[in-house]
């Protein structure tokens, strides 16, 4: 029985085409991680970290909170605080200034609602 050099080259053209497909797939897996990274960083503002401490709902017209707020020093930064309901609609907000000067401020606040507030928060923090 005889080969030829036709046949006894057949089995490295698979090798090849499998080495394409592992070197795409790398490649398609490092783009994949790249693009989470970003995705998982959009809609924050680097820098600034605010954080709701506490809240406490008063009566069926009135929510307290407590709320601190990380910045650069030098920094004047404008958050909004709401309260919201059982479905998460915003039943009220004020937007609060945090001057320049210190890189971490503690505050609170007593929204005045239409009707009874599940809960409330500090969000939407940007330097001005």
Request: hydrophobic share 40%; charged share 20%.
């Amino acid at each position: 029985m005889t080969t030829s050099a036709s046949e006894a080259a057949a089995p490295a053209e698979p090798r090849r085409g499998r080495l394409g497909l592992v070197i795409i797939g790398v490649v398609t897996a490092v783009m994949a991680c790249g693009f989470g990274v970003l995705a998982s960083h959009v809609g924050q503002t680097p820098g600034i970290v605010p954080q709701t401490t506490t809240y406490d709902v008063v009566s069926d017209t009135s929510v307290e909170l407590t709320y601190s707020v990380a910045k650069s020093k030098g920094d004047e930064v404008r958050c909004t605080v709401d309260a919201y309901d059982t479905d998460f609609a915003v039943l009220v907000q004020k937007e609060v200034t945090i001057p320049a000067g210190k890189s971490s401020v503690s505050g609170a606040e007593t929204l005045v609602t239409p009707r009874r507030a599940t809960g409330a928060r500090v969000r939407d923090c940007r330097k001005m």
